[in-house]
């Protein structure tokens, strides 16, 4: 018997044609017919139908009456296993040192406790002259950027709460100690639960007014990121 040395392994059409199936649902389009499986996948509806109809039997796709197709329960025990394998440190630090490589500036994440935040995660910026935020700090959520976003993404009612939901971030200058400033950013888990807050942070004679309009699409975008990988889709804000 042949064997195949893994690193020569080839992909698999057959299995990348079926993830495409699978990947081509979202929350915009949770059921969809034949024709809109070809049209968003670039396959042929007779290949569309065929893996459909395998995927209906393996559990991972479902039909309704009037034959759209939509997500099957199988993929739910693929998501709790998923859930009950991956540690949030491992989901969560990439994402920190990601933003730091790309800033420059610290980041760490915040969840809330009560009428406070802890830090649970941080990767500090190379730089010497910091702020000096350590994991297992606790700060009232009414200070800060990322207590801003906890306290809005969790019922927060005030109009400033309203605007960092419709905005999808916070900005603090000096509100936790001096000369800092910070941005942060909501994470969810799966099905929109707030997981908690990604945040930059460092001294305003680097992060300006202008470095912070920039820092504003990168914190979104790290916070859709890690959500993605928690495995949430609620990734609109207002």
Excluded: W
Aim: net charge positive; aromatic share 6%; with cysteine.
């Amino acid at each position: 018997m042949t064997q195949v040395d893994d690193g020569e392994a080839k992909h698999v059409a057959s299995v990348e044609r079926a993830l495409s199936v699978l990947q081509a649902f979202s929350a915009e389009r949770p059921r969809m017919t034949l024709v809109d499986l070809a049209t968003a996948t670039g396959l042929y509806k007779s290949t569309i139908l065929r893996l459909c109809q395998t995927l209906e039997v393996a559990g991972f796709l479902a039909r309704s009456e009037n034959g759209h197709y939509y997500v099957g329960a199988a993929t739910l025990q693929l998501a709790r296993l998923h859930q009950e394998a991956v540690e949030p440190a491992e989901l969560i630090l990439p994402a920190l040192r990601e933003l730091v490589a790309e800033t420059g500036e610290s980041a760490c994440f915040n969840i809330r406790n009560g009428d406070n935040r802890v830090c649970l995660y941080r990767i500090e910026s190379h730089h010497r002259l910091r702020d000096h935020v350590m994991v297992g700090d606790v700060i009232p959520l009414k200070f800060g950027a990322a207590g801003h976003v906890l306290e809005a993404f969790s019922g927060g009612k005030s109009p400033r709460h309203a605007q960092i939901r419709k905005a999808g971030y916070s900005i603090s200058l000096a509100e936790v100690s001096s000369g800092v400033a910070a941005i942060a950013a909501p994470v969810f888990k799966g099905g929109g639960e707030l997981a908690g807050a990604i945040v930059l942070s460092g001294p305003r004679s680097r992060i300006d007014d202008a470095t912070l309009k920039r820092l504003e699409g990168v914190i979104i975008k790290a916070a859709q990121a890690l959500s993605k990988r928690f495995g949430s889709t609620y990734l609109t804000y207002s």
